[in-house]
């Protein structure tokens, strides 16, 4: 998966466009990063990355950049 | 490959009556509470349209009438039992256990090996395992595994979190010593997980009412991390492929989790088995209840049954298995009045 597919993929989870995403966007500020987002971006990453998101370092996530470098993009 | 996974002989499934309250909560009900949006998200991710809800009915009581109805209808007198365990977090009372209660209730002879065990999601698995290690070992014939929660009432009724997901059902399968079935197990625990599943109160830390707190993300991370490798691991003990087996049964947390599981092991959607639209996530009834439901719908001619179950979560602990057994003679649904 490269870095367009996983902010494809984040995008449909919070439910915003992916054009002209940077990855600087702030998760709170989005407004749909709530817990079912945050499930659902832990299944995305381990079914296409085979790779199980810390919930920890999760929590502390603040960008989409912050995602990305959790899922190892 | 983890230990303990190991196989032995086992009983069959002789049958399995699944009781309820007839009282139930319809999620989109709490649309008002909680939101049309949020509550429409939740039941599409979930998979929960509906849960049966106790009003004053305990383990006790469903237990009772599941296994009165599972004894008429198999033709078994009380007085054949050999053991009866529960396995239940929500018991009538601290103590005595559960199962005493039941060996009262239904008449079963003193002799009547009779305990509980404290466990939730992974409670059927660990439950049969138990069960048939005494029924190998003191050469039992008839037996009853009794599983199930009253989980609403460690809910608060403004949890959000919580409260769309969890159903009050007790599950009761009754086993029969038998040739040819086979039970093979991987069974494990890691209790760094207990913060993220539990009750804080209503134990002897904190003697207040029981309150259930969870971490969705951390079972979540949990379920990823563990199910996959215990499912493999039962596979490869018993030299078989996924494709071998005819039923794949999950604890039923959420719908979500539960195809993404059978994605990760490369089940089918015909081998999955689903029951959480109508009764949510039911703690340690949730497999049988699942099981009940997909044997309901397999073919009439088919007799022999490779099932798979894993059960996994509070503790934390989980459980896999695959029974080789024959078609149940009995598979009810009932509910108290």
Known sequence: MNRIEFIKQVSEILEIDPENLTGSEILEEIGNWDSLSIISF????????????????????KTIDDLANLAGI | MNLPTFTSRAPRLAGICIASPANHEENISLADQFGQQVMTDIINSTGIQRRPIA?????????????????????????SIDALIVVTQTPDYPLPSTACLLQNALGLKHSTIAFDINLGCSGYVYGLSVVNGLMQSAGLKRTLLICGDITSRMIDLNDRSLRPLFGDVVAATALEAADGPVLTTDLGSDGSGAPYLISHSGGARDPGVPRLFMDGVQVLAFSLKRVATSVKAVLKLENMNIEEVDAVVFHQANAMMIKHLARKIGASDAQLAMAIKDFGNTSSASIPVALSSWLLLAKDSKHEFQLLMSGFGVGWSWATAIWKTTRPDVIEFVQSP
Do not use: C, H, Y
């Open chain 2, 55 to 79: 009003k004053t009915e305990t383990v006790a009581e469903l237990g009772a009438m599941a296994t009165k109805k599972l004894l008429f209808s198999l033709n078994w007198s009380p007085e």
């Open chain 1, 42 to 61: 832990v299944a995305m990453v381990d079914a296409e990355l085979n790779r199980i998101v810390s919930p920890e370092k999760l929590r502390q996530a």
